[in-house]
């Protein structure tokens, strides 16, 4: 056996290994690794898409936020002013109302003041009549003398 036809011999087998590995082998090898990088590329890229969509959406909820915060804001300044617009509403119509019980009970007063006038004014005629006929010693007819009595009572 020689050295030199082994080696010879090998080296073609170990060729036609590798002509044989690169035919039929090789192909499906190299089209997985390629598929595997182009769903790794395609990862990587739906990645960076879903990051980028992450960070519209977040300012996008900032805004919708502060937008929210300024309408709370505004509505509850309108619930306020509309508060304070319904106290003085109230008021007014307090005072109002107060006005008009005032106007009412001043002119009840009056009308009490007019009638106790006019009893006094009575009842000062009368004891003037008792004290006239206790003086003349004879009795006044007051139906006789309603005329004297009324000027009297308009005197006093």
């Keep these: 056996m020689n050295l030199n036809l082994t080696l010879i011999g090998q080296a073609i087998s170990f060729a036609i290994f590798v002509v044989f590995c690169m035919k039929y082998v090789w192909p499906p090898i190299i089209s997985a690794m390629r598929e595997r990088q182009a769903k790794i590329a395609q990862g990587l890229a739906d990645a960076e898409q879903g990051e980028q969509r992450r960070a519209e959406a977040e300012q996008e909820i900032t805004g919708l936020l502060q937008d929210a915060k300024t309408q709370a804001a505004e509505i509850i300044s309108q619930a306020q002013k509309r508060s304070n617009e319904i106290v003085e509403e109230a008021k007014d119509a307090a005072r109002t109302e107060g006005d008009r019980i005032k106007v009412a009970a001043q002119a009840e007063i009056e009308q009490e003041v007019v009638r106790a006038k006019e009893d006094l004014r009575k009842q000062v005629g009368t004891i003037a009549l008792t004290g ?8 006044v007819n007051p139906k006789a003398h309603d005329k004297i009595l009324d000027e009297l009572i308009a005197q006093i």
Excluded: F, G, T, V
């Design 132 to 139: 006239a006929e206790k003086i003349l010693n004879a009795e």
